[in-house]
C-alpha cells in the first residue's frame, strides 16, 4: 500500500509538471533580482535571462508581472504590466527568485512557491520541500482542489488529476483500514 501511495504522489507531481510545460512550452527557468526593484518598476535587473520567452509573464514572490523584452541581464517590463492578473505590485529586493509561469503552474499545483522556498532555505530545502509537500500539496491532493487548473485550458488536465486524486483516497482509506484491523485484532 505504501508503493502505491508513494505512485500516486509522485504521478501527481509529475502530472503539476508536465502541464505547466504544456501550458507555455517554456520549461522551468529560475533567475535572481540583481537590484531592488519598486513596486513601480518598470526594469528587473536579473542575473541571467537565459530560458524565458521574450514577452512573456515572470512570478517574483506572489506577483505575476508581464515583460515585453528582455536583454541578457533584464526584463523590460510593459507600462500596465506589475501586478497583472489581479496580482498586487510589490517592492522586490536583490536576491529574490524570479521564475516562470510554468513554476507558478507547479506553485499553483503544490500549493507553495517550490523556488523561493528553495532559494530562501538553502540547504534545509531538503527538509522544508517534503514537510511543504506532506502538509500542503498532500491535503489538496485528496480535497480534489485543481481550482488553479481552470486557466490556460487546462481544466482536462484537471480532470486527471481528480482522477488520480479519488485513486490516492481509496488508497489511503484502504491503507488505514488495514491498519484499524490490524490494531484491533485480538
Do not use: C
Not at 13 to 36: H, K, N, Q, R, Y
Not at 37 to 44: M, N
Not at 71 to 80: G, R
Not at 120 to 149: E, Q
Amino acid at each position: 500500500m505504501n508503493k502505491l501511495i508513494t505512485a500516486f504522489s509522485v504521478l501527481f507531481f509529475i502530472s503539476v509538471l508536465l502541464s505547466g510545460i504544456m501550458e507555455g512550452g517554456g520549461g522551468l527557468a529560475v533567475t535572481s533580482l540583481s537590484a531592488d526593484v519598486t513596486d513601480a518598476g518598470l526594469v528587473l535587473n536579473v542575473a541571467d535571462t537565459e530560458g524565458f520567452n521574450s514577452p512573456d509573464y515572470v512570478w517574483i514572490g506572489d506577483e505575476k508581472i508581464l515583460y515585453t523584452a528582455t536583454t541578457d541581464t533584464t526584463f523590460v517590463v510593459d507600462a500596465s504590466g506589475r501586478g497583472h492578473a489581479g496580482t498586487e505590485a510589490v517592492a522586490h529586493s536583490t536576491g529574490s527568485a524570479v521564475f516562470t509561469p510554468e513554476s507558478g503552474v507547479i506553485n499553483a499545483g503544490l500549493g507553495f512557491n517550490i523556488a523561493a522556498t528553495t532559494s530562501t532555505a538553502g540547504a534545509l530545502s531538503v527538509a522544508i520541500i517534503p514537510f511543504k509537500f506532506f502538509s500542503t500539496t498532500m491535503p489538496r491532493l485528496i480535497m480534489g482542489d485543481f481550482s488553479f487548473m481552470k486557466e490556460g485550458g487546462l481544466q482536462y488536465i484537471g480532470y486527471a488529476f481528480q482522477a488520480i486524486a479519488i485513486g490516492f483516497v481509496v488508497t489511503v482509506a484502504l491503507t488505514m483500514l488495514t491498519a484499524a484491523f490490524g490494531i484491533l485484532r485480538p
